[in-house]
């Protein structure tokens, strides 16, 4: 070790949930733990994603849940939605106004160090950070997530367009939105912004939303939204923007030259150019085309990664070389919190020598909060045709269901099991509904566990409640 170089045990290069776990579990136990990260400490979910996209989730919920009372439960008076209370709660209770001194007082205060900058592997256990060298003698955790990842369309560059960052981050709203992306974040951002009063316009390149999860859950919502008033285009992608400085009309439909008004009215706004010819107008742009990884800007290269890489290649206890750990987004494994804080748990009792079972991504749960939530665990049916040799496929209308039925208003949705005829256990689930992500917690471990489909069939469900509902989707498996 050279003498300008710092020694400590373990440099963690990424401060989101997973890195900040490793790093603060193994500052506690009385590791030298070097904490970097150029944002803030905590990542992504605290301050843009998980915490308050889905307060905001929650607050358009119970705008939506008032406007069903006529029907159920007599009238209600005039709702007046009010965004700069949710915008007031983002920034007080959830991000401290985008201040992360709790959390580096929180690991300071566990025995850590914590270096505000770019860190970078500049060789076999030494990690650059500003200048500063710095000697990983126990190894390299990255935890270095995903950014944006913004497709090249002409003239997007000259519009001031949105991430998810400046959607959550917004003070007040516009009066009409175009997303682009209808994955689980366009998803979401849309509807919360459209119960809020915004004209929204959704734009998905695949044939259907949330394409990475059941067809059927992509068809109800679309349905769904439409109800709602959001115009929804699948199926074509976006050839062009430019700002737009025309005022356009009400937003309540197409013109005879193609154009689509998205409801802006007199200033400036984006104009997208829509691959089939259609024109959409709209006050602002939110681009939700997905995330993607750098491993290069971390020094994985070093290391032996493809800088290009769309992913981290990684083993079953994560790692990456010998002295070398990868947690979160990076890996490829999910992009969600919770599979970097279940692989940040494997790589603790890797560094520390401690027993633990190896990583399964077999039961991967994941959950698109819209309304109807959309819970999945595992395979797709598609993806177990793809690799399983007998399928067999179960699902029921959620409104079909007993509570499903007396839920009435908001009880769009369904359950749907995937099984592998050959073992009998099932290797997928989808539950779509109300508080679908709850409802999924029992397939969840059936799943994991690899529950014999024959044991499952011999369980007591309370009636009426929405988990049931699985009995009868398990009862068409076929």
């Keep these: ?103 580096v007082d929180r690991f300071v205060g566990q ?23 710095y000697a990983a003698e126990r190894g390299i955790v990255v935890n270095t997530g995903t950014a944006p990842s913004v497709p090249p369309i002409p003239g997007l560059d000259d519009v001031p367009y949105w991430t998810n960052r400046e959607a959550v981050e917004a003070a007040s709203l516009p009066r009409s939105l175009v997303v682009l992306g209808g994955g689980a974040i366009g998803c979401e951002l849309s509807q919360a912004y459209a119960r809020f009063g915004v004209e929204v316009t959704l734009v998905e390149g695949a044939d259907r939303l949330l394409p990475l999860e059941e067809p059927e859950a992509g068809e109800i919502l679309k349905a769904v939204l439409e109800a709602e008033g959001l115009r929804v285009h699948t199926g074509v992608t976006a050839e062009k923007a ?49 995330r993607r990884a750098d491993p290069g800007a971390a020094g994985l290269d070093v290391v032996g990664v493809d800088p290009d890489a769309r992913a981290v290649p990684i083993d079953d206890r994560c790692r990456v070389t010998d002295g070398v750990w990868a947690i979160g987004d990076i890996t490829g494994k999910g992009a969600f919190t919770h599979v970097s804080m279940y692989q940040a748990s494997i790589v603790i009792r890797d560094i520390l020598g401690e ?22 665990v595992g395979l797709t049916e598609a993806q177990a045709r793809e690799r399983l040799g007998g399928v067999e496929v179960g699902a029921t209308p959620l409104g079909a269901t007993a509570r499903g039925w007396i839920h009435k208003a908001g009880n769009d949705g369904l359950i749907k099991v995937v099984a592998d005829a050959e073992r009998g256990v099932l290797v997928g689930a989808t539950t779509m509904g109300p508080a679908g992500g709850e409802v999924l917690g029992a397939l969840a471990v059936a799943v994991h566990a690899e529950v014999p489909i024959a044991t499952l069939r011999s369980m007591m469900y309370a009636y ?7 009995e009868d989707a398990r009862g068409a498996l076929g």
């Design 1 to 103: 070790m050279s003498a300008d170089e710092q020694a400590v045990d373990i440099v963690v290069i990424g401060m989101g949930p997973g890195g900040e776990h490793v790093a603060g579990s193994l500052a506690a136990k009385g590791l030298r733990v070097l904490g970097v990260d150029h944002r803030l400490v905590g990542g992504e979910c605290p301050y843009w994603g998980c915490i308050p996209s889905k307060m905001m989730v929650r607050a358009a919920d119970a705008l939506q849940e008032a406007r069903r009372v006529p029907g159920l439960a007599g009238a209600i008076g005039r709702i007046e939605p009010d965004w700069s209370t949710v915008a007031t709660r983002i920034r007080d209770e959830a991000t401290d106004d985008w201040d992360d001194q709790v959390a």
């Design 111 to 133: 025995g850590g160090t914590f270096v505000r900058g770019t860190g970078r592997i500049a060789g076999p256990g030494r990690v650059e950070v500003a200048g500063q060298m």
């Design 242 to 290: 430019a700002l737009d400085r025309e005022p356009s009309g009400s937003g309540s439909g197409s013109g005879g030259d193609g154009v689509v008004d998205a409801g802006i009215a007199g200033a400036a706004g984006v104009a997208v150019t829509l691959r089939d010819g259609r024109v959409l107008r709209a006050e602002r742009l939110l681009v939700a085309t997905g």
């Design 355 to 376: 027993e633990g079972p190896a990583a399964d991504y077999r039961a991967l749960p994941r959950v698109t909060f819209t309304d109807p939530e959309v819970g999945a």
């Design 464 to 470: 009426p409640t929405l988990p049931r509902g699985s």
